[in-house]
Structures are given as C-alpha cells and as structure tokens.
C-alpha cells in the first residue's frame, strides 16, 4: 500500500473524520510522515495501530484518496466491512478514475462479507475486463451468484 502506488453506518463511519476536516489548511508533512508510519505497521500486522495512523495521515490532508483507501484496508483487515465500505466510499470521490475499478472490487467485498450479494454482484460486475482486479472480481462474483442461489 504505498502511498502514491497503490447504506446504513456508512454516514457514521465517516463522520469524526469530516467535523475535524474542515477546521484548518492541510498539513503534507505530518499526512506523508503518519502515512509511511501507519503503512509499516499495516505490513506488520498491527491494523489497529495503522488504522490510528492513516486516520492521522487523512485527518492532516483529508483530501487524499490514498489515506482512505488505506483506512478502508485497515477495517477490512479488523473484519469491520461496514466500516471499509464507507472508506472506500470517501476514497471514490477523492481518488482518479483509473482507481474506480480497484474500488469497486474492494467494495464489493465489504458488501459480500455482510451477506449483501446482490449489491456485491454490482460492484464487481464495475471491474472492466482486463483489469488487474477483473480474474478475482470475476472470481467473486460467481460466488455471490451461489450464495444468493443457496448453494
């Protein structure tokens, strides 16, 4: 997860980020340092800890994509999909198109975790052919279908 590379509860989620956000100019220096810090602690593991950090890292510049897409990971990781979700919601209106089909395969899977089959067969059929995340999207997509059949 480098930084430059990589329905109900969704409101609440969000909503200690955006009361804080709008209070003063963004800090780069302390959203870059909290980033870097939290991405380490990701790799090791430590979601919890990340998670603080990233919230940091968006709390710093709350316009920066990458921080939500992380904070969305980090809830995933803690199996609090409702809470990605509504992360990788934020990170959709933020981050450049090309990362749409990423977020949707990733909300998918929030979806799906919470029994929500028909909304996660939306989200993946948005994942173009051809895209890196298109075989899994696929993939997962095929098992939603099952699990709304019964099987």
Not at 48 to 60: G, H, M, Q, T, V
Not at 75 to 103: F, G, I, N, S, V
Request: hydrophobic share 35%; aromatic share 8%.
């Amino acid at each position: 997860m480098p930084k430059a590379a990589n329905r109900s509860g969704l409101t609440q989620a969000l909503a200690p980020m955006t009361s804080r956000a709008t209070e003063r100019p963004p800090d780069y220096s302390l959203n870059i340092s909290a980033y870097s810090d939290a991405d380490d602690l990701f790799h090791c593991g430590r979601y919890k800890e990340a998670l603080a950090l990233f919230r940091n890292s968006a709390d710093a510049d709350p316009e920066d994509g990458d921080c939500w897409i992380a904070i969305g990971s980090c809830h995933d990781a803690l199996k609090q999909p409702a809470r990605a979700e509504a992360a990788y919601r934020k990170a959709m209106t933020l981050c450049e198109p090309e990362w749409h089909p990423a977020l949707h395969f990733n909300m998918g899977n929030s979806c799906f975790d919470r029994g929500m089959y028909a909304l996660a067969i939306q989200h993946y059929l948005r994942v173009p052919r051809g895209h890196k995340a298109w075989p899994d999207a696929e993939r997962n997509r095929k098992l939603a279908l099952m699990q709304q059949a019964g099987r």
